[in-house]
């Protein structure tokens, strides 16, 4: 049997590679639409790969338009046979990335693209939108929305609640937003770089008890890109390439009641299962790309990801640990409490990994192991909504 782009082999065999990664314009971007950047991360990521448009057979997409991703894929000039429009917040980009292996390995596509842009701060300034960020008041949510009860309640609820229950400290949800910082700096690409002090996050504007400012992701314009492809396309790519090892997703609830423990995110589900698929454990992987939109993320994600024991977040992420030179490297861009945060952020987080394992993030940012080697094994974990999602990918460098 054949396809647009060659020979499909039976079903499952192939291994999946990522052949491309791009970021767009990011940071503050007032002269851009969000289809334009789409394009300009979807073209530089093709360009990363060295691969023809022409090999492009399925495409994946969420947050834009009314008919997404066939809107987007009709900007980019492409007609694919492959579509995925998953929507499930910041984890989109990790379920679909597990879609698009399942696809190629299954010789139903040859080269997935996945690509994302958006203009939530560029927007804002000229009040095209609000800052309210509405999910609707339908369904489960209708027991919720009467009270007031914003996103950001929702995660300082189960912030809190880890304080109680394990003596999380405020000092120790401040580090993971004073060591995000200091990984930006040496980015040259992200929004945020002066360093901040635990003391400059703690006496900031109180948002939601207990988050003030710098426990919040930073609103940003931004996009980017990555292309999948089959193991037959391998040796055409103009970099080495980065290997899909095991991929897993779960849900945990929508209303705030149906959520069996707050100090537990569906990262414990979706993890496990990327780790076993993937036959590697959590004390191999080298560094971690984690979605950070509040400070608490980061910290009970580790947990859930096996890196230390349930409640023991907070100790973990002290003494300099999630530093690009410490014992975990997480987030080394910056995150999205540092670099940039457009929206569904989970996409980003694929790239940052992607670039490390081939030795690409840069002088003073690329992370080195034991005898400077570079590092082999990453986690991007992407979470959606208030831990109702949670999407998990192992990748490996050859």
């Known amino acids: 049997m054949t396809t647009g782009t060659g020979t499909t ?31 300009q991360s979807a073209r530089r990521a093709l360009a990363d790969s060295g691969l023809d448009r022409s090999v492009i057979d399925g495409f994946a997409s969420a947050g834009l338009g ?23 917040g910041g984890s989109t980009w990790e379920v679909m990335a597990a879609h698009a292996a399942d696809a190629i390995a299954a010789g139903h596509a040859n080269a997935v693209l996945l690509v994302y842009g958006s203009t939530a701060r560029a927007d804002l300034k000229a009040r095209r939108r609000t800052a309210d960020l509405s999910f609707g008041a339908r369904g489960p949510l209708q027991f919720e929305v009467p009270y007031g009860h914003t996103l ?18 405020l000092e120790q949800l401040a580090e993971v937003a004073v060591q995000a910082r200091a990984n930006a700096a040496a980015n040259p690409d992200a929004m945020y770089r002066d360093p901040i002090t635990t003391d400059d996050v703690l006496s900031g504007p109180m948002i939601a008890d207990p988050f003030t400012k710098l426990h919040c992701c930073v609103r940003s314009d ?25 991929s897993g997703s779960a849900v945990s609830h929508t209303a705030m009641s149906e959520w069996d423990d707050f100090t537990v995110s569906p990262a414990a589900v979706s993890g496990r299962l990327a780790f076993e698929r993937a036959g590697v454990r959590p004390d191999e992987i080298d560094l971690a790309q984690i979605y950070d939109a509040f400070t608490y993320m980061t910290l009970v994600t580790l947990e859930d990801l096996g ?3 349930k409640g023991e977040g907070g100790a973990f992420v002290e003494k300099g640990r999630l530093l690009r030179d410490g014992a975990l490297p997480t987030n080394t861009d ?11 952020r989970g996409l980003f987080l694929l790239v940052e990994a992607v670039r490390q394992l081939r030795g690409e993030a840069g002088e003073g940012r690329q992370v080195r192991k034991a005898g400077g080697r570079l590092p082999r094994l990453a986690v991007a974990s992407g979470t959606g909504g208030w831990f109702c999602s949670s999407g998990t990918v192992v990748l490996g460098a050859e």
Do not use: N
């Open 152 to 169: 950001i309640a929702k995660y300082a609820m189960a912030a809190r609640r880890h304080m109680h229950q394990y003596g999380t400290t």
């Open 66 to 88: 009314t008919l997404t991703p066939i809107e987007v894929a009709e900007y980019l000039g492409l007609r694919p046979t492959w579509v995925d429009s998953t929507s499930v």
């Open 334 to 344: 910056g995150g999205g409490l540092a670099a940039c945060h457009p929206g569904m």
């Open 222 to 246: 931004g996009g980017c890109a990555v292309l999948l492809v089959a193991e037959d396309r391998v040796p055409d790519l103009a970099r080495p390439p980065v290997w899909v090892l095991g």
């Open 307 to 309: 890196f230390c024991a």
């Open 9 to 39: 082999p039976p079903s499952g065999t192939r291994r999946v590679a990522v052949a491309g990664v791009a970021l767009a314009d990011c940071g503050r971007v007032d002269d851009a639409t969000p289809y334009a950047l789409h394009a």
